[in-house]
Each structure stands twice: as structure tokens, then as C-alpha cells.
């Protein structure tokens, strides 16, 4: 059974720094667009990074800056970097492959407290 495993997330102060990980099991991550996506309580799941099988990489517009995505295709894991992080960044984090299907792990809550 293909699946996706985050890690990373804990409680950090605003303006500090986590980093999140995901690692996939099966094939296709290195042909796959990788993704970060957040759900904060409330609001509808939103696109964070991403970065495509050749590494072009996109950025909402609120982390530009802050956050950097990175991906490993030799150890098939996807990396998120965050630093200054704001109460709100405050989420689940969820890491997404787009092929063969979509897939999504099961998330890993970031809180940043003020």
C-alpha cells in the first residue's frame, strides 16, 4: 500500500522555525509533482508549495520568503522548511503526490504560538 508519512510539526514561538518531512513508500515520487498543502480549523485546505518532478517550485504568496520546499527523489521525501513562522501558519500540514494518483498523508499540525 502506497503511502505518504509527514513528520516535523510540534508547538514553536512566532518567528522560529520547524521543518517538516515527508517520506513515500512505492513508486512514481521522483516523476511526481510534490506538494504542501494547510488546513487551518475552519478554512478550506490550501496549496502551500510545490515543486515539480524537474524542480520548478511555487510558492503561495503569503510563506514567499519564509518557506522553502525541497524534495530528496533518491530517499523519495519531500521537505518543507519554515522559518519565521506566524500564529497564522497554524495548521495541519499535509504532504500530496499528484501521480499516478492523488495522494495525500495524513497531516502533522504545526501551532505557532504568539
Known amino acids: 500500500q502506497v503511502q505518504l508519512a509527514e513528520s516535523g510539526g510540534g508547538l514553536v514561538q512566532t518567528g522560529g522555525s520547524l521543518r517538516l518531512s515527508c517520506t513515500a513508500s512505492?513508486?512514481?515520487?521522483?516523476?511526481?509533482?510534490m506538494a504542501w498543502y494547510r488546513q487551518a480549523p475552519g478554512k478550506q485546505r490550501e496549496l502551500v508549495a510545490r515543486?515539480?518532478?524537474?524542480?520548478?517550485?511555487d510558492y503561495a504568496d503569503a510563506v514567499k520568503g519564509r518557506f522553502t520546499i525541497s524534495r530528496d527523489n533518491a530517499k523519495k521525501s519531500l521537505y518543507l522548511q519554515m522559518n519565521k513562522l506566524k500564529p497564522e501558519d497554524s495548521a495541519v500540514y499535509y504532504c500530496y503526490r499528484a501521480i499516478p494518483v492523488p495522494l495525500w498523508g495524513q497531516g502533522t499540525q504545526v501551532t505557532v504560538s504568539s
Open positions: 512505492g513508486s512514481f515520487f521522483s516523476m511526481s509533482l
Open positions: 515543486i515539480s518532478n524537474g524542480g520548478t517550485i
